[in-house]
């Protein structure tokens, strides 16, 4: 198994998501330069959070046009799963592989503190591990992460069940208060109608051991590990029986 985690110039969250997988899972993961043109071989592909081309244009958006991105297009297409994390959100909705835009922050300021989410998917790779309504404590670190879709959109994308994650409190109720950054219908993360792409604001890579405040980020990681290695079984053909028998 190996897991790809892209590096643009100005990620900053590279590191930290291969040493969640890498050090505190025990999986293969590797770095992928953003001028890469292949994915071949990889299980997974990751965009993490930073400021990808110092985020000029917009969040993500020279990044959407970078060689691996273009790369991105026909592996997410042949149903490799694919996670953006902040950043990589951003990247993924400016791409098209997810609906919606994100615009800044509704106060008007850069937003970096713990926030929880409520689970509201679990049919895809990054969420298999977790129950709906489950609550996790996750932190943001963002300026532009105020998602939007219009009514219209918002309704087919709620009737197809592609949102992933909505901010909440403690208790898991959906309020204003709970909302960091004034994103519609406090939606933290959506999913392609496959599920196969994921992408969300809070980091899981800041919270991936109990020693930085939380580990509740390591169970979207747990959940990848486990459809990767799910598949894996999968794809292994059975034995046939007089084989079997010889043994």
Same mark, same amino acid.
């Given at each position: 198994?190996?897991?790809?985690?892209?590096?643009?110039?100005g990620s900053n969250c590279d590191a930290d998501t291969v040493h969640a997988l890498r050090d505190v899972l025990g999986q293969d993961a590797r770095d992928v330069?953003?001028?890469?043109?292949?994915?071949?071989?990889?299980?997974?592909?990751?965009?993490?959070?930073?400021?990808?081309?110092?985020?000029?244009?917009?969040?993500?958006?020279?990044?959407?046009?970078?060689?691996?991105?273009?790369?991105?297009?026909?592996?997410?297409?042949?149903?490799?799963?694919?996670?953006?994390?902040?950043?990589?959100?951003?990247?993924?909705?400016?791409?098209?592989?997810?609906? $919606? #835009? *994100?615009?800044?922050?509704?106060?008007?300021?850069?937003?970096?503190? =713990?926030?929880?989410? /409520?689970?509201?998917? &679990? @049919?895809?790779?990054?969420? $298999? #591990? *977790?129950?709906?309504?489950?609550?996790?404590?996750?932190?943001?670190? =963002?300026?532009?992460? /105020?998602?939007?879709? &219009? @009514?219209?959109?918002?309704?087919?994308?709620?009737?197809?069940?592609?949102?992933?994650?909505?901010?909440?409190?403690?208790?898991?109720?959906?309020?204003?208060?709970?909302?960091?950054?004034?994103?519609?219908?406090?939606?933290?993360?959506?999913?392609?109608?496959?599920?196969?792409?994921?992408?969300?604001?809070?980091?899981?890579?800041?919270?991936?051991?109990?020693?930085?405040?939380?580990?509740?980020?390591?169970?979207?990681?747990?959940?990848?590990?486990?459809?990767?290695?799910?598949?894996?079984?999968?794809?292994?053909?059975?034995?046939?029986?007089?084989?079997?028998?010889?043994?």
């Amino acid at each position: 198994m190996t897991i790809g985690i892209v590096v643009f110039p100005g990620s900053n969250c590279d590191a930290d998501t291969v040493h969640a997988l890498r050090d505190v899972l025990g999986q293969d993961a590797r770095d992928v330069w953003h001028q890469e043109t292949s994915l071949d071989g990889l299980d997974a592909v990751i965009l993490p959070g930073g400021f990808s081309y110092g985020d000029y244009l917009r969040a993500g958006a020279i990044a959407s046009t970078s060689p691996v991105v273009r790369a991105l297009r026909g592996y997410a297409a042949a149903g490799g799963p694919v996670l953006g994390i902040c950043n990589g959100f951003q990247t993924l909705v400016e791409t098209r592989l997810l609906p $919606g #835009a *994100l615009l800044p922050n509704a106060a008007g300021e850069f937003r970096c503190r =713990h926030v929880r989410v /409520r689970v509201e998917r &679990t @049919d895809t790779p990054f969420t $298999g #591990a *977790l129950r709906e309504g489950d609550v996790l404590r996750i932190p943001i670190a =963002h300026g532009e992460g /105020r998602y939007y879709v &219009t @009514d219209r959109e918002r309704a087919r994308i709620t009737l197809a069940r592609q949102i992933a994650f909505r901010y909440c409190d403690a208790g898991g109720h959906v309020t204003p208060e709970a909302n960091p950054n004034g994103a519609i219908d406090n939606i933290a993360g959506v999913a392609s109608a496959s599920g196969t792409v994921l992408g969300l604001m809070p980091h899981p890579e800041r919270a991936s051991e109990a020693i930085v405040g939380s580990a509740d980020g390591l169970r979207i990681f747990e959940s990848l590990v486990r459809w990767i290695r799910t598949r894996e079984r999968a794809a292994v053909p059975s034995m046939p029986a007089a084989a079997s028998e010889d043994r």
